[in-house]
């Protein structure tokens, strides 16, 4: 014959079935098999048979125990785990661990480490370590599994005053069927203000951020205005990577915060209750604008959640607040909405791009340049019609480039490194400053260069420039020199003289009067003398 559970235990089973605990949760605790909890609890109407030689004779029954019986005490005092009742009616005491377990002493520890959501594992660890604690393992996972079944506190409901939150979730919408029978899913978007619980409604085919962003500005409009916060859950269309105390936002929905002057705050992880208000938001839209509904087209739909937000959402009387969510919304909540900016936020398109190994980096087909210092770095890029914005990995902006066709470069000259410009790109004032320190004869030719040969005198110059780091100053003002006087403006020339290290052309003056040399009048006086000799011979 199977053995039987004693008097006390079979009323601990019903007492904590009376408190609404499982029967697995019975069984475990009480350290029996669930299928005899399942037994005494379908007999709970039939008088218990005593267990066969047990010194208790009486049958189990489910009255009230006469006051001061064991059987009284049992049911009235807490229930204990973890060991066997005390106290049966025989007054022997079950075999099993003892009443208090080891961990006890260290239970102001374990609740502050349960509080930073430290497993039984380190728990365990760090009693070993910290305390010398001798018991096992087992015995703190069964007190720190004591510890987290304790009764919950309620939860705290958060009120927050008009215009100071809305709350955002996604859900599943109507289906789309088009005039093919294409049947295509689609997302509800719900945003709930927190303090008139007045919401937005509408419907993509994606949750992406663009979709994100188009309806959170259309609810904007719909509002009038721009709460301070913005409390979604952790959707990848905001959140990239969930921390409660310091997620790592979606840069483009950052930019699209800062642009309406709102901040985004997202909820802990798993933890739906944080956005309440919209999570019921959410299946009131289900349940009363989109269950049993199909649409042709997503337009349709959305034309159909406007009607409905306006007819019925705003005109009922909300079940916390008690009040028209729509003349709550007016009255209170409207005027303490942030304004909306002039422009809508420019939506631009995002991409993380490599820099190749000349400095540009490529998009939709065109290139643009950025600082030396960025080779082979990825860098975030936003780009829409007009304008290519880049920035590093905190989003700090590093230039700017106007968008370009395909195929075409946007190169800035500060982008260039120095090493990478030679002397022709930077110019003719730049090389006939750079020549005009060699000296002023040389500066003299380099001018008579230019004035003679216009833009071929570039190359020349650097050539010049070039000559500098193998000959003197001296040699080369002396053969600019020679080279001016006889107005010769060619760089082989300039080697040439150099080479042969030629002597500057000697000139030489014109004297009016000289030993040697006769007066003009006289020169007068012969010429007329012979004239007449001429004619006479004639006559």
């Known amino acids: 014959m199977a053995n039987q559970l004693r ?52 049958p189990a029954t489910t009255e009230k125990a006469p006051p001061g019986s064991a059987a009284e005490n049992e049911i009235s005092k807490p229930a204990t785990f973890g060991k066997a009742p005390t106290g049966s009616p025989g007054g022997q005491t079950q075999s099993g661990p003892s009443s208090r377990s080891l961990c006890e002493p260290y239970r102001t520890s374990i609740l502050g ?125 905001a959140v990239i990577q969930a921390d409660w105390y310091d997620p790592d936002l979606n840069p483009k929905l950052q930019s699209f915060c800062e642009h309406y002057g709102t901040v985004l705050l997202p909820t802990k992880p798993r933890t739906p209750r944080h956005k309440g208000k919209v999570e019921r938001g959410v299946d009131y839209v289900q349940e009363n604008a989109l269950k049993g509904r199909t649409f042709k087209s997503l337009a349709e739909q959305n034309e159909h959640l406007r009607r409905w937000e306006q007819t019925v959402a705003d005109t009922r009387i909300h079940g916390t607040t008690r009040k028209q969510v729509k003349k709550l919304f007016e009255k209170n909540e409207k005027a303490k909405l942030l304004s909306l900016p002039v422009a809508r936020f420019a939506n631009f398109k995002e991409a993380q791009r490599k820099v190749s190994r000349d400095g540009h980096f490529a998009v939709d087909k065109s290139y643009y340049s950025v600082p030396p210092e960025y080779l082979g770095r990825t860098l975030w890029v936003r780009w829409d019609s007009r304008l290519v914005r880049v920035y590093d990995n905190r989003m700090n902006l590093i230039c700017t480039h106007a968008k370009q066709p395909e195929g075409k470069f946007s190169t800035h000259r500060e982008h260039i490194a120095s090493e990478k410009i030679s002397p022709v790109e930077r110019g003719t004032d730049w090389l006939l400053q750079k020549t005009s320190v060699i000296g002023p004869k040389t500066k003299a030719w380099t001018l008579g260069l230019v004035a003679h040969r216009g833009v071929q005198s570039v190359r020349v110059l650097h050539g010049l420039l070039n000559l500098s780091h193998k000959h003197s100053s001296k040699e080369i003002e002396q053969a600019c020199q020679t080279a001016h006087t006889n107005g010769c403006y060619r760089l082989k020339s300039i080697r040439q003289l150099i080479k042969h290290g030629a002597d500057q052309q000697q000139s030489f003056e014109f004297l009016d009067e000289h030993p040697l040399i006769r007066n003009l009048s006289e020169y007068g006086n012969l010429v007329r003398v012979d004239f007449r000799k001429e004619a006479l011979t004639y006559e």
Do not use: C, M
């Open 7 to 58: 008097e006390a235990k079979v009323l601990s089973i019903k007492t904590l079935h009376e408190r609404g605990w499982s029967q697995r949760r019975i069984a475990r605790e009480l350290g029996v098999n669930r299928e005899t909890v399942a037994h005494y609890l379908k007999q709970d109407s039939k008088p218990a048979k005593a267990p066969t030689g047990s010194p208790d004779s009486k």
């Open 113 to 237: 480490w349960l509080e930073q959501d430290l497993s039984a594992q380190r728990i365990y660890q760090d009693l070993v370590i910290e305390h010398g604690f001798t018991g096992s393992y087992p015995s703190v996972r069964r007190y720190v599994g004591k510890l987290k079944n304790k009764t919950p506190l309620p939860f705290r409901r958060i009120e927050v005053g008009p215009g100071e939150e809305a709350q955002i979730d996604f859900g599943s919408g109507a289906p789309v069927i088009d005039k093919n029978g294409k049947r295509r899913r689609t997302h509800v978007l719900r945003v709930v203000l927190s303090h008139s619980r007045k919401g937005y409604s509408e419907s993509v085919f994606r949750q992406t951020t663009d979709n994100l962003i188009a309806v959170l500005e259309n609810a904007f409009r719909h509002f009038g205005g721009v709460p301070k916060t913005l409390v979604p859950d952790n959707l990848k269309a």
